[in-house]
């Protein structure tokens, strides 16, 4: 082998012989390739996150953080006993499924993805919250208004993520 092949082939080593076997572009697999999805990924929640908290944190803040969150607003007959421990294995399950103490993505049992599904189909539905809250908390129930701008705000994010 010649010199200058030789010192080619040494600069080739040196400094990375992927750059040459793929012309400077990485893997798709790659260290690099993975943290830039991921932080794009990262700005995708971000901007959810910052339309949750203008537009549906106050709805939720109304009508789910007593049993989805930690900011339980307790009534008078949470102290009766029995009733006492059936609200407390409630909202422990509640929080199981979707917990909105610390904004979006939401803690649970679930992706991003999956949450926001299950929000637009409980709330579509109208099963959250449950009629036994609903018959004790008037004004609990998710009204017509709320459900549209939540069902945009899910339909929106779900676009943004996938």
């Known amino acids: 082998m010649n010199r200058k092949r030789l ?7 040196i400094f990375g012989s992927s750059a040459l076997a793929h012309q400077g572009h990485p893997h798709h697999g790659t260290v690099e390739a993975k943290a ?9 929640l971000e901007q959810i996150n910052q339309s949750y908290k203008i537009a549906i944190k106050p709805i939720f803040q109304k009508k789910c953080f007593d049993c989805h969150s930690n900011q339980t607003q307790y009534p008078w007959y949470s102290k009766v006993p029995g009733v006492k421990q059936l609200i407390a294995s409630d909202i422990a399950e509640a929080k199981v499924h979707l917990d909105f103490s610390n904004d979006f993505p939401f803690q649970g049992h679930g992706t991003p993805g999956e949450d926001l599904e299950a929000i637009q189909k409980s709330v579509s539905e ?10 004790l908390h008037s004004g609990s129930k998710v009204t017509d208004e709320e459900r549209a701008l939540i069902a945009k705000w899910v339909s929106d994010s779900q676009k943004l993520i996938k």
């Open 7 to 13: 010192a080619m082939l040494s600069t080739a080593l």
């Open 126 to 135: 109208g099963i959250m919250p449950p009629w036994r809250y609903r018959i």
């Open 36 to 44: 830039d999805a991921s932080e794009v990924m990262k700005r995708k």
